[in-house]
């Protein structure tokens, strides 16, 4: 495609895995409407087709394969460009993929819309071009554009990497070592998504709670995003329960705009599962940290990750992650399947689980999910609680979320689209909580009778 005499390009992304991953395409998009691209939905017609990886899982190469060839057939002459972290641990094979024109490694990732709007043409490639290098920067960085949000709440990308080398994880080699972003750049985004009237911050990074710039920690970067007119509420995301000091518990006890909300990765009930993972906690510790952070924050939400399969994990092991998740004020829990990533410490360790275990394990973890959050739902019936609303349900309810992440239907006439409002919480199903407006309610914004919903629930 002549790129020098053409109309306005068409971009289109498609993102896999993280919250991380999903600040990072936001910015890219932004980032390429500022260079005259047309952003356009995965699906639609498109000249660049930008794939952001996930390298968790071992489906990553069967996802990009998949996608590739669905966009290709609609669009055959796209120019595709592979990014992410699969991008980086995978980049040999991603270059046997056919149509593929593009791979990008870490370190050039957010470079990519300057590097394609430099192009004198876009025509598809013969082989892939491969930008890649194993040597990733570590210094702090800043991020250039802000990102771009069809929704109510934005995602803040504060840090990068990690080297706490947990034995079944990637990240350190896709990611690199920790490094986190200038203090003023991340002020400086927060303030640009306020004017585009997000509400709701949500801070992300890979090792959010080892955020450091020039003195600056995230309690005192908190301190700063807290002030900027027209931000509502300011959510942190997964954060490692070792680096969460008691004074952030404290602030988030006090603070009227940080959310009462934790996710707190687990992975393991067992210590010597533990052990063999490399967490930096014992069942013991983590144990007294979750019920300490309940007691100094009330009606405080807790999730966190569980991960299921890992080797060496048997009956009793098992037994043991299901007896603390069980006596833990945990509101409810993400289940992963373990997954054998070649170039991980794990990849040597003896005795690995059968699939048929790993499946029926998971199955038993997600029924507790259930049963958590359900517990924590309706301890709320027929209290008043804010909700920041985001979209009307097909069901023809208004949904959005309380600042512990409670997800809240309400029948409405009104268009509560980005408003916070007063509810009442009449009742629960299928992890919604259903209300109805607290003041001015009309006959036609009475409560829904509760019904099966199917509602899906997201990964904060």
């Given amino acids: 495609m002549d790129l020098k005499n053409s109309k306005p390009r068409r971009v289109a992304f498609y993102t896999v895995g993280c919250r991380l991953n999903q600040a990072e395409t936001a910015v890219l998009t932004d980032r390429f409407r500022c260079l005259g691209f047309q952003p356009v939905k995965f699906g639609e017609m498109t000249d660049v087709l930008v794939v952001n990886t996930c390298s968790v899982t071992e489906g990553a190469e069967t996802d990009c394969r998949r996608v590739v060839r669905q966009v290709l057939r609609k669009s055959p002459n796209a120019f595709v460009a592979i990014t992410g972290c699969y991008a980086q641990t995978g ?8 149509g593929i024109d593009l791979v990008l490694g870490t370190q050039y990732k957010m470079q990519l819309p300057n590097y394609l709007a430099a192009l004198s043409s876009t025509d598809k490639r013969v082989q892939p071009e491969l930008l890649h290098t194993r040597k990733i920067d570590h210094e702090n960085f800043t991020i250039e554009g802000t990102g771009d949000y069809a929704t109510t709440r934005a995602n803040l990308k504060l840090q990068d990497g990690c080297q706490f ?16 972003r ?3 750049d991340a002020v400086r985004e927060a303030y640009a998504l306020a004017e585009r009237g997000h509400r709701e911050l949500v801070l992300t990074g890979v090792n959010l709670g080892q955020y450091r710039d020039a ?7 908190l301190q700063r995003l807290e002030s900027i007119p027209g931000i509502d509420r300011i959510r942190i995301s997964s954060i490692e329960p070792t680096t969460i000091p008691d004074r952030l518990l404290d602030y988030m006890a006090a603070s009227n705009k940080l959310c009462r909300f934790l996710h707190v990765p687990l992975q393991s009930g067992d210590d010597k599962i533990l052990k063999a993972m490399n967490r930096r906690y014992t069942v013991r510790e983590y144990a007294e940290f979750i019920e300490q952070a309940n007691r100094k924050i009330p009606g405080l939400c807790i999730g966190t990750d569980v991960m299921v399969g890992f080797p060496g994990e048997g009956e009793q092991q098992f037994a043991n992650t299901q007896s603390i998740i069980n006596a833990l004020p945990v509101s409810y829990l ?7 990533r070649p170039g991980t410490a794990a990849t040597k360790l003896p005795n690995p689980v059968p699939p048929h275990i790993i499946k029926q394990r998971s199955q038993e973890l997600a029924k507790l999910s259930q049963r958590k959050r359900f517990a924590f739902y309706q301890q709320y019936v027929g209290q008043s609680v ?43 199903t299928d992890g919604l909580a259903l209300a109805h407006l607290s003041a001015g309610m ?14 899906t629930s997201e990964s904060v």
């Fill in 165 to 180: 080398m947990c034995s079944f994880c990637l990240i350190p080699f896709a990611r690199g070592r920790e490094r986190s």
């Fill in 334 to 340: 993400h289940v992963f399947s373990f997954s054998n």
């Fill in 91 to 98: 980049a040999e094979a991603l270059e046997s993929i056919g």
């Fill in 442 to 455: 009309s006959q036609s914004d009475e409560l829904l009778q509760a019904r099966p919903l199917l509602m």
């Fill in 386 to 428: 804010a909700v920041l609303f985001e979209s009307r349900h097909a069901a023809g309810l208004w949904t959005g979320f309380t600042d512990q992440y409670i997800k809240v239907g309400v029948q409405s006439s009104d268009d509560l689209s980005n408003e916070i409002r007063e509810v009442t919480i009449s009742g629960v």
């Fill in 215 to 221: 003195g600056v920690d995230l309690l005192t970067l």
């Fill in 182 to 184: 200038r203090a003023d």
